[in-house]
């Protein structure tokens, strides 16, 4: 799931109108990664209804887009033991169909 700090300071960057920060913001003040996910969603989808309601696609896709992440690294770090766990294999045992 999104950060919500990192949303928010995102919504600085790509200058969304203060009024409408605050509006997404109200109630979610205090919200950070660690809060509870059912919450952190509520705020999310709070923040789409409004940003839908006020921006055209083109600025919500770059926030949004800006926003992107890869569950931490996680991605990353799969990559990394698979390349590890496959690097002395030959060939033909790399490949395997599905």
């Known amino acids: ?4 700090e ?10 969304v109108d203060p009024v ?6 109200e109630g979610y003040e205090t919200l950070v ?7 952190k969603a509520a705020f999310f989808a709070r923040a ?3 940003l ?3 921006l055209d696609f083109q ?15 996680s991605r990353d770090k799969a990559i990394k033991m698979l390349v590890k766990e496959i690097e002395n294999l030959p060939l033909s045992e790399k490949i ?3």
């Open 1 to 4: 799931m999104p950060c919500p």
């Open 6 to 15: 990192k949303f928010r300071d995102t919504l600085k960057k790509f200058v």
């Open 20 to 25: 409408l920060i605050s509006e997404i913001n």
């Open 33 to 39: 990664s660690s809060s509870p996910k059912k919450e």
């Open 48 to 50: 789409m209804n409004i």
């Open 52 to 54: 839908d309601e006020h």
């Open 59 to 73: 600025k919500k896709y770059e926030i949004l887009d800006y926003n992107a992440c890869c569950k931490g690294g």
């Open 96 to 98: 395997v169909e599905n």
